[in-house]
């Protein structure tokens, strides 16, 4: 096949989709001496809608070395109750990074393929089929063979439809980005981060040096009141008129507790494996951690050195991540009804700030903090008993 993806023998590993969660399962199963293959349809560097938040576990998830391209280091936040009872917050050191996810993924990229994986750009997967103990890939450029496959091609997976992902939550996240000019000083080090109108909606400001980044995230099913929410909260910022650079929309997706992580010799990661903590929708952690996870997994599965691949990474994601998961449907629950309540708890009290720095410096998970009898107690009373299943 013209550009060399065919090859007489499978790859050990085949990554479909070369986000976090794809680089981070390219390298670790590179680096455990599996021939690694990432395929994405798009050529990077390349425009993401997301925040670009990196919180402490997910710096300290990164490879060694990666010189993370981080645009802003904050220090401040406002917190607001729909735009009301307004409270400014600040620490003497840093409490989050923020990163263009152009440059964060491309940083990621470039280590795997540093560390012997390959990637093929412009490349679509069509089909996914499985036989005599080898998966081939349909795509636009001809068939692709591997051993084992690790899907991480987004929200949107192609992979999650083939392995039949059981989704508990889906929401619309709308982003704009915005020229800073005149503006940047005012949010230097700082972020804002606004409690809506809609049960569980929010709303933030990111400032990335000449550029903010606004946006809102609100369950899926009331598109219009979404969009109402964001040009709101956009004039109580007083950042309407600031120049547009970009605007975009997509669709979280959070698994149901139990669902596949795989099928056959087919793992899920990230996003597509509806991988990412329900109350604040951080996704890059569970990307970072679950794509290093699946990819170690495939290689020594490559190499038959496990049994049963998807028990082995269904394991350790019971362990770690859906954890964290499950504590935060307990805190959203708790938002969705108590918006007021967590909002005077996280900005006027020290313990609730205290606790947000802890959680964004990677000191502490909401698992952790659902784990003590009186916060879990408390959090169960504002969501009105038992937290649902999701």
């Known amino acids: 096949m013209a550009g060399g993806i065919e090859t007489s023998e499978p790859y050990d590993v085949v990554i479909v989709g070369a986000g976090p969660a794809g680089s981070s399962a390219a390298l670790a199963a590179a680096e455990a001496g599996a021939n690694t293959l990432v395929l994405d349809r798009s050529s990077f560097p390349r425009y993401k809608t997301c925040g670009g938040g990196l919180i402490g576990v997910t710096l300290d998830s990164l490879p060694a070395g990666l010189d993370v391209p981080v645009r802003q280091e904050i220090v401040a ?183 596949p992580l795989g099928r056959g010799r087919v793992l899920l990661c990230g996003d597509a494996a509806g991988l990412l903590e329900p109350w604040t929708r951080e996704g890059i952690s569970f990307a970072v951690r679950s794509g290093a996870m699946a990819g170690g997994t495939a290689a020594r599965a490559a190499r038959g050195e496990l049994a049963d691949a998807q028990e082995a990474y269904a394991a350790r994601i019971d362990s770690s991540l859906a954890r964290e998961m499950r504590a935060g449907v307990l805190f959203l629950t708790a938002f969705e009804r108590r918006p007021r309540v967590m909002h005077r708890l996280l900005t006027r009290t020290p313990w609730g700030w205290r606790l947000f720095c802890r959680i964004t410096l990677g000191e502490t998970t909401l698992a952790r903090v659902a784990r003590h009898r009186s916060a879990r107690l408390a959090l169960r009373l504002l969501a009105g008993g038992q937290a649902p299943a999701r």
């Open 77 to 259: 936040a406002t917190f607001s109750d729909r735009g009301k009872d307004v409270r400014h917050r600040s620490s003497p050191t840093r409490i989050l990074s923020l990163t263009d996810r152009a440059d964060f993924d491309h940083a990621l990229l470039t280590r795997a393929v540093a560390g012997g994986a390959a990637v093929r750009h412009g490349v679509t997967v069509s089909s996914i089929t499985e036989a005599d103990g080898v998966v081939e890939l349909a795509t636009s450029e001809g068939p692709v063979r591997a051993r084992y496959v690790v899907g991480a091609d987004g929200s949107a997976s192609r992979t999650a439809r083939h392995v039949g992902v059981e989704l508990g939550q889906v929401d619309l996240g709308l982003e704009v980005e915005l020229d800073a000019a005149g503006v940047s000083d005012a949010w230097q080090g700082r972020i804002h981060i606004d409690w809506g109108p809609i049960p569980g909606s929010y709303a933030w400001v990111f400032p990335k040096g000449e550029r903010l980044t606004v946006g809102v995230i609100a369950r899926k099913g009331a598109p219009d009141q979404t969009r109402a929410y964001l040009k709101a909260f956009l004039r109580e910022q007083g950042l309407r008129e600031q120049k547009v650079l970009r605007e975009s929309g997509h669709l979280t997706r959070c698994r149901t507790h139990g669902s």
